[in-house]
């Protein structure tokens, strides 16, 4: 099975902007999608943004019009560019993979990396 590694989170004021990494072990065209979540203590883990191996994007509404997924399918890496970032973004971030359509998401998770904004 592919292996996905997160990176790029850490502190940021409110305001500001990070860009997190997916890097696969193995190629990402495979893959009929892949997203990144979030998850804060106490809650269940959500869908941010997913983008489909066409360049099909979805974007939660909380972050419609601040965040942009991407794809480098020649370094079958995936990136989440967040801007305009609030307090309320601050979660621990994952990324991951479906296969095809009609399948959920692969049931194993990365560690993430923790996203926090706060002044």
């Known amino acids: 099975q592919v292996q996905l590694v997160e990176s790029g989170g850490g502190l940021v004021q409110p305001g500001g902007s990070l860009r997190l990494s997916c890097a696969a072990s193995?190629?990402?065209?495979?893959?009929?999608?892949m997203g990144w979540f979030r998850q804060v203590p106490g809650k269940e883990r959500e869908l941010v943004a997913r983008i489909t191996n066409s360049g099909s994007t979805f974007y939660v509404s909380s972050v419609k019009g601040r965040f942009t997924i991407s794809r480098d399918n020649v370094k079958n890496t995936v990136y989440l560019q967040m801007n305009s970032l609030k307090p309320e973004d601050t979660a621990v971030y994952y990324c991951?993979?479906?296969?095809?359509?009609?399948?959920?998401?692969?049931?194993?998770w990365g560690q993430g990396t923790q996203v926090t904004v706060s002044s």
């Open positions: 991951n993979a479906k296969q095809f359509p009609n399948t959920d998401y692969f049931p194993s």
């Open positions: 193995g190629s990402i065209l495979s893959f009929y999608a």
